[in-house]
Each structure stands twice: as structure tokens, then as C-alpha cells.
């Protein structure tokens, strides 16, 4: 992963402090079958993260090359 790529990646986890506003600013969708988990799609690299409204708290589960970061 370039200096760049991570230096993107490093930002969009940053600005999960703004959520929901990160929505708008990301390419952010939510993923399919699992409750409140979304990805951030930054090329062909993903970070997967789940909100957790009710302790106000946002987890980044997973963050890699898309090809790998589905398969769990």
C-alpha cells in the first residue's frame, strides 16, 4: 500500500468521529445482512466499521484490498 493510499485511509477512520457526515463526504454504503456495519470504498481498498448508536461508538472491523476483505 502506497504513502498516499494509507494517508487516505488514515483521514477517512479519522472522520468517522463525524458520523453520519462522513456519509456524504466517503463513498460509504452500508453492507447487505449485516445491521448498522458500512464500508468506505477508497480505490481498491475497503474499511469496514460498525456504529454502535447506543454506546455512541464506531469500530473499524476490517480494512484491506477488496479482493481479501470480504472473506470473513
Given at each position: 500500500m502506497d504513502k498516499k493510499l494509507k494517508n487516505r485511509m488514515k483521514e477517512s477512520?479519522?472522520?468517522l468521529v463525524d458520523y453520519p457526515v462522513i456519509l456524504r463526504e466517503f463513498d460509504v454504503e452500508k453492507l447487505e445482512g449485516i445491521e448498522r456495519t458500512y464500508?468506505?470504498?477508497l480505490g481498491e481498498y475497503r474499511v469496514i466499521f460498525?456504529?454502535?448508536k447506543r454506546q455512541k461508538t464506531i469500530?473499524?472491523?476490517?480494512?484491506g484490498k477488496r479482493e481479501s476483505i470480504y472473506e470473513d
Open positions: 477512520i479519522e472522520k464500508r468506505i470504498r460498525y456504529v454502535d469500530y473499524v472491523t476490517h480494512a
